[in-house]
């Protein structure tokens, strides 16, 4: 039995290994995965096969996990080319991104503090316009200009955004909870 437990997700999957994936074909090539090396298709086999059989399904839904999330994905695009990928290095950030994101912070709890939904949906959706401008840039750094530095220092600005996302839907679900009494 041919085991695949690739360190590459995209090869895993049989995707081209870019930000931009197909999700149709990475779903189909999951499902045909799993179908394939399931544990419960071994059920009978051997307790070597078993195991084997739990640590590949388990890979390959690691590997999908990562796949459709994007910054999992960027963070894995980056690992693969042998960059330096931490996240939490706050002295990377520059300065003037760091006081960009006090600013949302600001107008984010402004926002929650009126009760104001349509504020906390708007910022939702300039948090939408600005996480997608940041990932052309990756995609363009990473893959077009072969600049690992660079794609690592957006790779850091989706993670912020990703928590900015986070507190977001947190403030307008607790929003529309209290409105639904």
């Known amino acids: ?13 049989g995707l081209a290994q870019s930000f931009a994936i197909d ?27 078993c195991v084997r059989s739990t640590q590949a399904s388990s890979h390959i839904n690691a590997a999908y ?12 695009l980056l690992e693969l080319a042998g960059a330096n ?15 960009e994101q006090m600013q949302w912070r600001e107008a984010m ?3 929650h503090r009126g009760s104001d939904g ?14 997608s401008v940041c990932e052309m840039e990756f995609t363009r750094l ?15 600005k989706l993670a912020f955004y990703a928590s900015l996302r986070r507190d977001l839907k947190g403030m307008i679900e607790a929003l529309e909870d209290t409105r639904a009494f």
């Open 1 to 13: 039995m041919d085991w695949p437990l690739s360190a590459n997700y995209f090869e895993l999957f």
């Open 23 to 49: 999700r149709a074909r990475l779903d189909n090539a999951y499902r045909a995965l799993q179908n394939r090396l399931h544990p419960d298709r071994f059920a009978n086999a051997s307790e070597a096969e």
């Open 65 to 76: 996990a990562a796949l459709c999330d994007p910054l999992s994905r960027a963070r894995h």
């Open 85 to 99: 990928v931490a996240t939490d290095t706050a002295a990377a950030i520059p300065s003037a991104f760091l006081m």
């Open 109 to 111: 709890e402004e926002a």
């Open 118 to 131: 349509a504020a906390l949906r708007c910022l939702s959706r300039r948090l939408q316009q600005e996480t």
């Open 142 to 156: 990473l893959e077009h200009v072969r600049d690992l530095d660079g794609a690592a220092n957006c790779l850091r």
